[in-house]
């Protein structure tokens, strides 16, 4: 596993080797992005596509290369499906692919990174968060994010430290990602001496008022999911619907604007981990585009983020 004081800079580092040591005159370089282009992820393989395409553009502009080399961007659909991800990464390693920009879900990575691996591939994960892609001994796998041991604790950590009377709910959608950090966030908390309610519901659910009405029998105060942005986002919507006085933290999944476009406002003052702002930025406005609230300062840890803010408020 890469040392956490490199982790940040490795894959740009890997990534400049890969390209630039193969160089010759008029080479085509070819890199892939490989990620959910369709299925309930699509919104973030769009957002892996859209981003390596910015970032190519940039390099082929910058002279870096030496010779007139470019690199050429391809781009494969796995629809977050571990059967698929393996076709796609037999696909790409029968082409001349130096490196591949993916996968989103962790179930889509670790079986890919096998295949990547035997073929001297390097592997760049945005989002892939469970901690079993990086303790298997591949050298050529990078996550850029923080792994579930990671944000599940400071998450875990936050909840104990600023809500320390308030009852706790801990759920997941049953998949691999929401079920291993939330699983994370309620040992932690265990060990921290908490009582934690532990709840699930069905990945593509769209109903959550049961749920929010046993929390609310209950007196849960803060939730934290494990789960997509799509569940999180109605379960806050339809929290602020019933009044609940609940607070939802969730992990990165909530890093997208169609979370906004499912909350609304009642999405201020929801909480999330994430990896530092970049260009060592560190305080940075976390609101929903239309809000007329202040910016909620988050405060940057290693390798997350937290906003500190409910609606109105500033910490």
Not at 78 to 106: M, W, Y
């Amino acid at each position: 596993m890469v040392n956490k004081r490199h982790a940040s800079v490795a894959p740009a580092a890997l990534l400049f080797c890969a390209l630039v040591a193969p160089s010759a005159r008029g080479t085509e370089i070819e890199i892939a992005v490989a990620g959910p282009l369709t299925g309930s992820s699509a919104a973030f393989g769009a957002q892996m596509r859209d981003g390596a395409a910015a970032a190519v553009e940039v390099l082929n502009a910058s002279g870096q290369f030496p010779d007139n080399a470019k690199i050429i961007l391809s781009v494969a659909d796995d629809a977050c499906d571990p059967r698929q991800a393996v076709a796609v990464a037999n696909k790409l390693t029968t082409e001349r692919i130096l490196l591949v920009v993916g996968h989103f879900c962790s179930s889509s990575s670790i079986p890919a990174s096998d295949i990547y691996s035997e073929a001297g591939i390097v592997q760049v994960s945005p989002s892939s968060s469970t901690p079993q892609l990086t303790e298997r001994g591949l050298e050529a796998v990078f996550p850029i994010c923080g792994r579930d041991d990671q944000q599940g604790a400071v998450a875990a950590e936050y909840i104990h430290t600023n809500y320390p009377i308030e009852r706790i709910a801990v759920l997941d959608d049953k998949s691999t990602a929401g079920k291993g950090i939330a699983d994370v966030v309620e040992a932690r908390l265990h060990r921290l001496g908490r009582q934690v309610s532990r709840q699930s519901y069905v990945a593509g659910e769209r109903n959550f008022r049961a749920l929010l009405t046993r929390m609310k029998k209950d007196r849960v105060r803060v939730a934290y999911i494990g789960g997509y942005h799509t569940e999180v986002g109605l379960l806050v919507r339809q929290a602020a619907e019933a009044k609940a006085d609940l607070t939802v933290m969730a992990n990165d999944p909530l890093m997208t604007s169609e979370f906004w476009a499912i909350t609304g406002s009642a999405g201020n003052g929801t909480l999330l981990t994430f990896m530092p702002p970049p260009l060592g930025t560190p305080m940075l406005p976390v609101r929903s585009p239309d809000s007329k609230l202040p910016g909620c300062p988050v405060k940057a840890t290693h390798y997350t983020l937290m906003p500190l803010c409910k609606p109105g408020q500033r910490r």
